[in-house]
């Protein structure tokens, strides 16, 4: 059984930091993965996508305050946001990929390169 679960959301004042995590289990680690991000009344944008060896690719929304990374030993990915805005505020996704690559549209939710969407972790950021 496939699974892909995040945690570690939860409430932050203006310019704190939080480290989520997402576990993948029930098919192989080996491909990119990616975060993504809903904010209330938009549309899921992609934030961050990591390749097998760990090169990453940022939007320019996070980059500087957001590191992505992750353990292929545990099935691991890692989200250390460092810095947030109340704009930050949103639920956060991780995604499977379905080939170990970050070209192309991967910050879109359509992007037919996605594999499985865990159920989100609730981030808010208070003024």
């Known amino acids: 059984q496939v699974q892909v679960v995040e945690s570690g959301g939860g409430l932050v004042s203006t310019g704190g930091s939080l480290r989520l995590s997402c576990v993948v289990s029930?098919?192989?680690?080996?491909?990119?993965m990616t975060w993504f991000r809903q904010r209330p009344g938009e549309e899921r944008e992609g934030i961050s996508c990591?390749?097998?060896?760990?090169?990453?690719y940022y939007q320019m929304s996070v980059r500087g305050r957001f590191t992505m990374s992750r353990d292929n030993a545990k099935n691991t990915l890692y989200l250390q946001m460092n810095n947030l805005q109340p704009e930050d505020t949103a639920m956060y996704f991780c995604?499977?990929?379905?080939?170990?690559?970050?070209?192309?549209?991967?910050?879109?939710?359509?992007?037919?390169?996605?594999?499985?969407w865990g159920q989100g972790t609730q981030v808010t950021v208070s003024t």
């Open positions: 029930g098919l192989p680690f080996d491909n990119a």
């Open positions: 995604a499977t990929r379905i080939h170990d690559s970050c070209s192309g549209y991967w910050f879109q939710s359509t992007d037919r390169s996605i594999g499985v």
């Open positions: 990591i390749r097998y060896s760990g090169d990453t």
